[in-house]
């Protein structure tokens, strides 16, 4: 097997609305770029390769080593793109986190060496048509598509079809019909470009902030705001050639603005009702099956090459019962369900945990991992993580953000 190559560019999104091959992020956005640089490498295969900003230390990869990782080697850019071996050795595909005019141009020297499958994918070279294949305009159409055509399950009402909007007043119309409602950037990710609106609430704050994906993006979708019960994602991989596999489903978390904070490393919450277990039971894979036949249906299936995660809500609604929005958005890039899916097969039988993205002010992140490694050491049994704490980016004392992931076991409780 030809190695791969990995890079970790979360802003992809803020890249291909830019779409200029020279993109560069704010220097907040770049240091989180680099504090978890290191995260494709849970889903990298040993002979390839992730491409760094920074050193990575021997002091990392001996912890996620003595955890059972089979680790990638980690290169830096500047060392990758200045030799000549590297350049020219041959590889099999480039997995960037999300495609964008400026990835390309960064991974241009690289493509000459990649093998035939990759230069005859759909992702080889960016095309102006791959920007909507991050919109959440297409993934509108997704949704409509679901609903009109699978009316028999308990999912969203087509009433509550969300709408693009393009002036403050088709805003404000909505939110006389729906009351509290959510406002989305049609480019943007996890959870940022999201506004929401309560009732008769309009002010000059909320309006500077439209006003400002109105200019920038020249549109905006407004939906109603739902009882949410449980975060879900369904996760896809698109072999770009009409062929679309599918990967598994993770819950996940969000802060109170919708801002993505984690998952479980297991499907689904411990301590849902049995209501909700039955009702997710019976009509999860149904959503799942007629999601499915609808992205097949679509360019995603045939534009695209690499990871897709579809995130659905599961909310409440009259008398008790339950729906699915089974299409909140369409990540056309790699996502933390795919590493929480990865991480999922390190953790041994019966064992559970939670995976957690951190942004703190500088050197927070490394205290932390200390404190929380004295208070659950890790246990491991066989190569796998039965119990315990394990940062899964470096701790680095100068790093402001990280990933963990704490590990239970019910035969092992104090």
């Not at 695209?304 to 909140?328: A, M, Q, R, S, T």
Request: glycine share 6%.
């Amino acid at each position: 097997m030809k190695p791969n190559v990995y890079y970790f560019n979360p802003t992809c999104e803020l890249a291909v609305v830019n779409g200029s091959p020279s993109f560069t992020a704010s220097a907040q956005l770049r240091r989180f770029e680099n504090d978890l640089c290191t995260l494709p490498g849970i889903l990298a295969q040993p002979d390839d390769f992730v491409l760094t900003d920074c050193l990575i230390a021997q002091k990392f990869t001996d912890r996620l080593d003595g955890a059972g990782f089979r680790l990638p080697s980690f290169l830096t850019k500047d060392s990758a793109f200045k030799d000549p071996a590297f350049l020219t050795l041959e590889k099999g595909f480039l997995f960037p986190w999300g495609w964008s005019p400026a990835v390309h141009k960064m991974f241009a020297p690289l493509k000459s060496a990649c093998s035939p499958e990759f230069l005859a994918s759909p992702v080889a070279e960016w095309n102006k048509m791959h920007r909507e294949l991050y919109s959440r305009n297409t993934s509108l159409a997704i949704l409509q598509s679901i609903l009109e055509s699978n009316k028999s399950i308990n999912v969203l009402d087509l009433n509550d079809l969300p709408e693009i909007c393009t002036d403050h007043e088709q805003i404000i119309n909505l939110q006389s019909k729906w009351r509290k409602i959510v406002v989305k950037a049609p480019w943007s990710s996890s959870g940022r470009g999201l506004h929401i609106l309560r009732p008769h609430e309009y002010n000059q704050t909320n309006k500077q902030v439209i006003s400002g994906f109105l200019k920038q993006q020249g549109y905006i979708i407004a939906g109603p705001w739902h009882d949410k019960i449980l975060d879900l994602s369904f996760q896809f991989f698109s072999r770009g050639n009409g062929e679309l596999d599918y990967r598994g489903l993770t819950s996940f978390s969000t802060d109170i603005s919708g801002h993505y904070t984690g998952n479980l490393l297991q499907e689904l919450p411990s301590d849902l009702s049995t209501g909700l277990k039955v009702f997710l039971y019976e009509n999860l894979p149904e959503v799942r099956s007629a999601l499915h036949k609808t992205l097949l249906a679509s360019t995603y299936s045939t534009d695209y090459y690499g990871w897709l995660g579809v995130d659905l809500l599961v909310f409440g609604c009259e008398k008790g019962k339950f729906k699915i929005h089974p299409c909140l958005e369409i990540n056309c890039r790699f996502t933390m369900g795919a590493i929480a899916l990865s991480l999922r097969d390190h953790l041994a039988p019966e064992s559970t945990g939670i995976f957690r993205i951190m942004q703190a002010e500088k050197g927070n992140f490394s205290q932390f991992c200390g404190q929380m490694t004295k208070k659950e050491p890790l246990i491991i049994e066989a190569g796998k993580i039965v119990k315990g704490f394990l940062a899964v980016t470096p701790t680095l004392p100068d790093c402001s953000s990280g990933a963990w992931i704490s590990v239970k076991n019910e035969r092992m409780k104090e």
